[in-house]
């Protein structure tokens, strides 16, 4: 169980990068400041990660985002092989682990599997495991926090797909009776969808802009990777891998910049903006997800026919 203190006075400034705190049964324990304290912060908090990390958090209001007004709007796919595609053309990837830390995590994992249970062998082994889930999932949330950020700095509307992640997750292994096709393909999928960490974006997105005042809107995500943003063309064959080229009008572009394009219009369209392709022909279908939040937007599929 994670100790809770009372917070205020009982820090003391040792520097510009460390401090001690008064800690029950503890006494003073000197810590890093890794950001600089709010005048407002409250009860604080100590905690041991699976890496072995100790860590003292102490409550505090969300600090606001500082942005003004840029009548800017942008949409959003999320993908695997590319991690967030914004609909003006801009390819964002998640840092991945380099070939040095795949090395090292797999003859440590090797290691593992031939020591014995309950060793202490196994225990420092299982301990350098989880520094480098650690290391990476340090290197994720960094990259994720400022990519949302700029997000909510540079635009006054957001458009993102309405992702039922846990569907999406679910095995494929079937049962017995009825088994299930292509697991292994399957379970890679669902690896590399957890890798990426999509739930965990949209909701710090959604976080923020709800904090600075940005208007979210969540999309029906049916069709969006199929559809021509030129003329409104939808075919399975129009998307091969990374490429999009339109059966009907011939019309080319990255697969996830013209998905991207189309969450754009169906986000528009859904808080009563002018949306066309190219083409000039909106793409009224799909209903936009009514979610209630702040900051977000919803609509009828009836009132988007409509317009």
Do not use: Y
Not at 46 to 59: M, N
Not at 282 to 294: I, K, L
């Amino acid at each position: 169980m994670s100790p809770r203190f009372e917070g205020r006075d009982t820090i003391r400034k040792l520097s510009g990068r460390w401090a001690t705190v008064q800690v029950p049964k503890c006494g003073a324990v000197r810590f890093r400041l890794s950001r600089p304290l709010p005048p407002d912060f409250g009860m604080g908090r100590v905690t041991k990660d699976a890496a072995g990390r100790w860590h003292v958090s102490f409550a505090a209001p969300q600090p606001p985002i500082e942005r003004s007004a840029t009548g800017k709007a942008i949409g959003l796919d999320l993908g695997i092989t590319v991690s967030v595609a914004t609909s003006d053309g801009v390819l964002k990837s998640a840092p991945q682990p380099g070939a040095a830390e795949l090395k090292r995590k797999l003859r440590l994992e090797r290691k593992l599997a031939r020591q014995s249970k309950g060793s202490n062998r196994r225990a420092r082994t299982k301990l350098a495991l989880a520094k480098l889930a650690a290391r990476q999932a340090d290197r994720l949330n960094d990259w994720r926090e400022k990519v949302t950020t700029q997000l909510v700095v540079e635009n006054d509307l957001i458009s993102i797909e309405d992702l039922r992640v846990k569907n999406m997750m679910a095995s494929a292994k079937g049962s017995i009776a009825a088994p299930g096709k292509n697991v292994r393909a399957k379970s890679g999928l669902n690896r590399e969808i957890a890798r990426q960490g999509w739930s965990t974006f949209s909701r710090r997105l959604e976080q923020k802009a709800a904090a600075a005042g940005v208007e979210l809107v969540r999309v029906t995500a049916r069709d969006t990777s199929r559809c021509c943003n030129n003329c409104s063309h939808t075919e399975e064959g129009n998307r091969k891998n990374q490429a999009f080229v339109c059966k009907a009008c011939g019309h080319e572009d990255h697969a996830d910049v013209n998905a991207a394009k189309n969450i754009l219009a169906d986000g528009l369209l859904a808080t009563g903006h002018e949306a066309t392709g190219r083409g000039g022909i909106v793409r009224p279908f799909g209903p936009v997800v009514p979610s209630g939040g702040p900051g977000e937007a919803s609509i009828t599929e009836a009132a988007r026919r409509a317009a």
